[in-house]
Nanobody
């Protein structure tokens, strides 16, 4: 059974940083593209970034304006999202998703999701 689990969310002040983690089990992580999404209350889920099996990065959105960085550690079956200079507009539930191939698909193609980790940024 494939499992995807996010962690690292929390309450921070504007300007601070957070690093989200996402671990997986039940899939060949090193061969799988991984992505981060977020969904704020009342808004549609938004794709952020995807990282392919060989560290190629696709930016699904430029809302982060270069403040977010995706990375992966295949030895730990973990993908990260480093978020710097956070702003209240970044408050959302952040989701990790696993693709079904080596390379990053369209954001709508992901079908393996974690339950999310909440990020709240106070002003």
């Amino acid at each position: 059974q494939v499992q995807v689990m996010e962690s690292g969310g929390g309450l921070v002040q504007a300007g601070e940083s957070l690093k989200l983690s996402c671990t997986t089990s039940g899939l060949t992580f090193a061969h799988t593209a991984m992505a981060w999404f977020r969904q704020a209350p009342g808004k549609e889920r938004e794709g952020l970034q995807c990282i392919s099996w060989n560290d190629g990065i696709d930016h699904y959105s430029h809302q982060d304006q270069g403040r977010f960085t995706i990375s992966r550690d295949n030895a730990k079956n973990t993908v990260y999202l480093q978020m710097d200079n956070l702003a209240p507009g970044d408050s959302a539930m952040y989701y990790c998703a696993a693709g079904s191939s080596y390379f990053c698909p369209a954001p709508s193609a992901f079908n393996l999701w974690g339950r999310g980790t909440q990020v709240v940024v106070s002003s």
